[in-house]
């Protein structure tokens, strides 16, 4: 066992944040406790395995200490009043949040306003009438400490009846509640499991609203140990009936990660079970038709990424078989023939990211580098017309509202998310009722889209956000985020915290990396598996750029990411500690020879690869960040955020790398860890946690880039 020694943690905050030469802090001791494994004829040592056991009085401890250690140094920030000040007048006041999820007749939105804790389930008759709103689930009055999380939610066919998985702080280990929509009245059911972090959740309603088709994980000793929370299948539920009568549908053959979503044609004599194998983009479908007659329409080497049921008794696909953009393709659902598919949408210059079917329209959703667009299409294929969106701009929530009447949100780094409806009878396109309002305007700001050249060079996107008129002088504080991988893009988003960054004369820079979708498979493919490697190019090669053409300079430069976006913050300072001065990393997965252990880990296999094969061993242990943090060398400061809660990202990773990086910088720059026990990988915080963290984020840059007072402020 170790003595902490947190009572000099105080002293140490003192000086570095009082002036003085700032010495190093003192860090929570860490044993180290060799434990070697042999990989592929490779051994490698792991000092700190010990820290893997959440349990262990010991971490407990350690973890403790850390807090502490981190709360001394964050709390005696001479900002951190004025940002808690900012950040509470930006998120409460007026400001209103809507998130429509579904139309059953109407519109069912979630809505988060002002200084609420939760959001709110609400319908509107319609998305220019909020005088209609009415309130079906309030989570606020459900759990008054704000600890309650609506995982996702379906309603009924006829919008009667709601669905919702229910988790809390932040676990996303969903139990499934039914409620009334006209009274809020929830049922007896309670059907638990439905929802886990490893391969997340779904239902379907079946036709006359009596019962539910879901994604159901093995409970009680149906699997052995250390499989509970995968072999996800899907079961049956009649409303009245206990959830232990629920009826098996189909699962026993998919994949042991398989990751499964559920959708219903609009008369629901067709079930489509959309299923992933892991995280890595690799797709099966299966159709159940009438007499529950089960069609496999594609297998996982198909390339069909997205199917969607049409009301012309057609089943559309997306599919980036020999078109990594993406094309679409039509099938009878009576017949549904993947071999006999009918190309409506050739692929083109952006890539296809979903479709939605009317009834005689076809709505296209395209990714163009990062921003969005939104085509028309008849329902043959002919082009009709592209919807107007601001330059850089993203499009999300196609919704279908009566007939071909398309519901989509827009948003942009300057303007807050807002539903427009789009009539093609009229031909038209207008602003709904439905918009995001926050109080914060970026009137003052500007959007750029740059690029930088990588290693190999190929040209990585940036949007970059500051205000009109900054000088390009190296002096401006700068924030690059990224990401980079399992496909997922980055797109033009509204934060209103941001502003407080904008406030001070921070610049903010969102960088479009490969293993994202902005281009398409093949650029995902170029960040992937044995190619990680180009993410973390790619994102230095951004960061040098920017250095380079004087937006800033190594001292004033920080770097945010989280999850898998914290592996790239973990390569991005074990490769090149001198670029940057500041480190956020949220929830990271830092050691890659043993993420495949941890529970979601399997799931991300298919996406990073396994230390089981020769080849993607290697590839993972050339960049590890865990196992590539040496001593002496002069990291810059650090903080690492995670969650007791998280299920998808153990938090152990940051545990483990906070403890090698704290033993081996040389510098005197703070390393800190700080854990939560009221959240997860992000989700299920309630707005103060969620505030504390912003304003733990923000104090910490703005210490390290040293960045004075705004106007009217007094630190």
Not at 3 to 8: I, N
Not at 38 to 52: A, F, I, K, P
Request: with cysteine.
């Amino acid at each position: 066992m170790f003595r902490m020694r947190t009572f000099t943690a105080v002293a140490a905050a003192a000086a570095l944040i009082g002036g003085c030469t700032p010495s190093r802090p003192p860090y929570p001791p860490a044993a180290k406790q060799p434990v070697t494994d042999t990989y592929n004829g490779t051994s490698v040592t792991d000092d700190y395995r010990w820290l893997e056991n959440r349990s262990d009085p010991q971490v407990i401890s350690w973890v403790g200490a850390q807090n502490v250690l981190s709360r001394s140094i964050l709390d005696k920030v001479a900002s951190r009043g004025a940002i808690t000040a900012r950040l509470k007048q930006i998120y409460g006041g007026n400001s209103v949040l809507y998130d429509a999820g579904f139309f059953r007749g109407k519109l069912f939105v979630l809505k988060h306003q002002g200084a609420k804790e939760q959001p709110i389930l609400v319908t509107f008759d319609s998305p220019n009438d909020l005088r209609s709103e009415h309130t079906v689930l309030d989570l606020n009055v459900l759990d008054s400490t704000g600890s309650t999380s609506i995982d996702f939610y379906v309603p009924s066919r006829d919008g009667k009846l709601v669905a919702v998985s229910l988790s809390r702080n932040g676990s996303e280990d969903g139990t499934a509640a039914v409620f009334e929509t006209a009274t809020g009245r929830r049922l007896s059911d309670a059907v638990p499991r439905v929802n886990f972090p490893t391969a997340g959740g779904s239902i379907a309603w079946n036709r006359d609203a009596s019962g539910f088709y879901y994604t159901r994980y093995p409970q009680g000793n149906e699997r052995p140990a250390g499989d509970d929370n995968f072999y996800q299948q899907v079961y049956f539920h009649r409303l009245g009936s206990p959830a232990t009568r629920d009826r098996y549908v189909t699962g026993k053959d998919f994949p042991r990660i398989a990751e499964i979503s559920l959708s219903t044609s609009d008369d629901a004599k067709y079930l489509l079970a959309r299923v992933a194998n892991g995280d890595g983009g690799e797709f099966a479908f299966y159709l159940m038709g009438p007499g529950e007659r089960w069609t496999r329409v594609a297998d996982f080497s198909d390339g069909v990424t997205e199917a969607a049921f049409g009301r012309d008794a057609n089943l559309y696909l997306l599919s980036i078989k020999d078109a990594p953009r993406g094309m679409i393709k039509t099938v009878p659902l009576a017949r549904p023939a993947l071999a006999s598919a009918k190309t409506i949408v050739a692929e083109s210059d952006a890539v296809i990211t979903t479709m939605l079917p009317g009834t005689d329209r076809l709505y296209i959703l395209d990714l163009v580098g990062g921003p969005s667009r939104v085509r028309v299409f008849a329902l043959n294929g002919m082009f009709r017309a592209v919807l107007p969106t601001a330059p850089v701009a993203a499009v999300n929530g196609l919704i279908l509202l009566r007939g071909d009447t398309l519901l989509y949100g827009v948003e942009t780094y300057l303007e807050g998310f807002a539903y427009f409806t789009y009539d093609p009878k009229a031909n038209g396109a207008s602003r709904s009722r439905l918009v995001n309002s926050s109080g914060v305007s970026y009137a003052d700001c500007e959007v750029l889209r740059d690029s930088a050249t990588s290693k190999d060079g190929t040209k990585i996107p940036m949007s970059i956000i500051r205000r009109t008129g900054t000088a390009m002088d190296g002096k401006s504080p700068l924030l690059l985020y990224g990401y980079g991988g399992f496909d997922i893009s980055e797109s033009p988003h509204f934060s209103p915290a941001n502003r407080v960054w904008m406030d001070h004369g921070g610049i903010y820079v969102d960088a479009n990396l490969r293993g994202g979708g902005e281009f398409g498979e093949t650029w995902h493919n170029a960040g992937k598996l044995t190619r990680k490697q180009n993410v973390f190019d790619d994102f230095i090669a951004c960061a040098e750029y920017l250095i380079a053409k004087k937006y800033t300079s190594p001292g004033k430069l920080a770097i945010e990411g989280g999850s898998n976006g914290g592996l790239l913050m973990g390569a991005a300072l074990t490769q090149r500690p001198e670029l940057f001065r500041a480190v956020v990393s949220h929830v990271g997965l830092y050691d890659m020879l043993r993420f495949e252990q941890f529970p979601n880990g399997a799931f991300n296999v298919s996406e990073l690869g396994s230390v089981k094969v020769p080849g993607q061993f290697g590839a993972l242990y050339a960049y590890s960040p865990y196992h590539h943090v040496v001593d002496g060398t002069k990291y810059p400061a650090v903080l690492m955020l995670t969650g007791d809660n998280d299920g998808r990202v153990d938090p152990a990773n940051s545990r483990k790398m906070t403890a090698r990086l704290q033993a081996a910088t040389g510098s005197a720059l703070p390393i800190l860890l700080c854990t939560s026990s009221a959240s997860g990988h992000g989700f299920g915080s309630s707005l103060d946690v969620q505030i504390a963290q912003e304003t733990d984020v923000y104090a910490f840059l703005f210490d390290q880039l040293k960045i004075p007072p705004a106007a009217g402020e007094d630190y």
